[in-house]
């Protein structure tokens, strides 16, 4: 295991820590750790790409921790009433379809690796949970501004419906990219 996947790695590790941060409500701790997070998701692609080591794991690895960072956050961002079942559904039953995809794709000796789309679904998420555990913590700081609460609120639902319509794009396009590998397999 490289350095990159071991960073990917954490990222899955700081996910349960991230869920008790929000349980407990120590939204200024959570969101501290949701921001090291996603820094993990920028940091081990950039060292993989730097030192020539992508593989395989890695590529398989670092949607898994995305998938788990961001369900976990959303999951309790629902129980609070920030995030709307709709686009949380949506989002996540693309996830499943993709992991369905993904292993297909894996029996035939193809990667699919993310796609632009995919990565801008994956900045919408983050920027819509990042801005939604914010929120929580701006809002439980009586001395600080409602404004700037109402706005994080605000934006965090605008990302998260760019996120929803960045996943069914990217959806799309993954599927397309595993009927012509199956068509190129064949």
Do not use: H
């Not at 991230?18 to 998701?41: G, P, Q, R, V």
């Not at 081990?44 to 670092?62: C, P, S, W």
């Not at 983050?126 to 501004?145: A, G, H, M, R, T």
């Not at 700037?148 to 934006?155: D, G, Q, W």
């Amino acid at each position: 295991m490289n350095v990159a996947n071991i960073i990917t790695v954490m990222r899955i590790v700081l996910a349960p820590f991230l869920l008790w941060a929000l349980l407990i409500k120590n939204f200024l701790f959570a969101s501290i750790l949701f921001i090291a997070a996603t820094f993990t998701d920028f940091l081990d692609g950039k060292i993989a790409r730097a030192n020539k080591i992508v593989t395989n794991l890695g590529k398989f690895l670092d949607p898994i921790a995305d998938k788990i960072l961001t369900t976990f956050s959303y999951l309790y961002l629902m129980k609070v009433g920030l995030a709307d079942i709709t686009p949380v559904a949506m989002i996540l039953a693309r996830e499943f379809i993709l992991v369905a995809v993904r292993m297909d794709a894996l029996q035939r000796g193809v990667v699919i690796s993310a796609n632009i789309f995919g990565k801008l679904k994956t900045f919408f998420q983050f920027f819509s949970i990042f801005l939604s555990i914010f929120y929580l913590y701006v809002s439980s700081e009586k001395s600080l501004d409602l404004c700037i609460a109402e706005n994080l609120f605000l934006f965090s639902r605008i990302f998260l419906w760019m996120a929803t319509i960045f996943s069914i794009i990217s959806c799309i396009a993954y599927v397309k990219q595993l009927f012509i590998a199956k068509r190129d397999f064949f």
